[in-house]
């Protein structure tokens, strides 16, 4: 009778270890375990929102935009410009590099395309003159120039702007041949991809 009931109480002693450890194990499967230090294991709150809302940044670009006031008429001179990839090497007296500059201006409803340097002169007569234009592959094409009617030698103004507009905005490389005074021939390079011009 003895060893009877020895063994009830032996079995209900298991049972209540078991029992207990279960719980335990329980316990510790819905408790997050603190102690961790693991940097790579650690998960900071992520605005999930803002991911799916996020604006990709713009593609890179050379373009520079500018916006002056008219103060003849209080409206907007809006301009984009872009530098050539190299500086022109001239001699005496110009010596040192020279910076070609293609610049996109809308002023008084009029838009204006011109290249200037800021050293040199271009070789041009009263009338103005041609530059040869090739956009990226495209065998290259004459373009006609007109002087600054300010009389200044270091800027041209392109003739055929909405043609030349349009082809700048959907190519990626712009070569220029321009002649130059005492100078002769000289190639500028300039990267035109991504124009943002609405204007």
């Not at 079995?11 to 499967?29: F, H, K, P, W």
């Not at 713009?58 to 050539?84: C, G, H, L």
Request: net charge negative; hydrophobic share 35%; proline share 3%.
């Amino acid at each position: 009778m003895n060893c009877k009931n020895d063994n009830l109480i032996f079995m209900a002693l298991c049972l209540c270890s078991i029992a207990i450890v279960s719980c335990n194990n329980a316990t510790r499967s819905t408790v997050p375990n603190t102690s961790i230090t693991d940097s790579s294991l650690i998960v900071t709150d992520v605005d999930t929102t803002q991911l799916s809302n996020s604006v990709p940044s713009p593609s890179a670009s050379n373009w520079t935009y500018e916006e002056d006031e008219d103060k003849m008429t209080s409206k907007k001179i809006f301009r984009a410009s872009v530098t050539a990839k190299e500086e022109l090497q001239f001699g005496s007296p110009y010596d040192g590099g020279s910076t070609a500059t293609l610049t996109i201006r809308k002023k008084r409803g009029e838009t204006d395309i011109y290249l200037r340097v800021s050293k040199g002169q271009f070789n041009s007569s009263y009338d103005g003159g041609k530059v040869r234009a090739r956009f990226d592959n495209i065998p290259a094409k004459m373009y006609e120039f007109s002087g600054a009617s300010s009389g200044d030698s270091d800027i041209i103004f392109l003739d055929a702007v909405p043609s030349f507009l349009k082809k700048i905005k959907g190519h990626k490389k712009l070569l220029l041949e321009a002649e130059f005074y005492s100078e002769g021939l000289h190639v500028m390079e300039f990267d035109i991809s991504n124009l943002n011009w609405t204007h």
